[in-house]
């Protein structure tokens, strides 16, 4: 059952111009008389690979439950711990269409970047377009310390190459090495979990 499904996910992502460009000239050059024959064998063995080959070199969107659409909020930048509050630091949300917006403080940002899975729920990669703009809105809001972290971490997002669900959340990895851990945002604090001194843990309850 997990290989027919798992077939089905790849024809799912098959270039379906591919593959009807493949069959019609195993036709053609086969002629209508040798379509039981050895030949047309070889030609369902080449459509077969072109079909595998063309579904699992194409990066597929994540559209699983655990990354789309949810809201991330920073608990960890370039090693210093941000801590959960009511109005995050910083969120960022993967979107079921393959775009990356978010928050800093109390502002929205729109940006250019895209996000795709190589192993769906686990891990996968971000690319940014430098034709489409970022925008962010200039509400004046936090302390200088927050705004300082979240403004260098949306800077730090312009360069995001890769991700990954972890023990500790979600961690996104820049083009320099560094990285962010990011947990699920808004939850509230009674449902925190206990144990700070867990490093597992970047949303404690204190």
Known sequence: MAAVTRFGEILADVDI???FTVLPRCYLDAGPHTLGGAYMARCRSALLITVLLTGCAMPRPARDEVIADRHWGLRLFRDVRVAPSAVEVATVRFRGDGGIDGTAICNSVSTGASWSSVAAGERGVVSSDARRPWVQT????GEPREIAI????WKKMENARRWSLTERGLRIVFRDGSTAVLVPALTPASERRPGCADPNNLDCRR
Do not use: N, Q
């Not at 200039?138 to 809001?141: A, D, H």
């Not at 979240?150 to 971490?153: E, G, K, L, R, S």
């Open 138 to 141: 200039l509400v004046g809001c």
């Open 150 to 153: 979240a403004d260098a971490f």
């Open 17 to 19: 111009e591919r593959v």
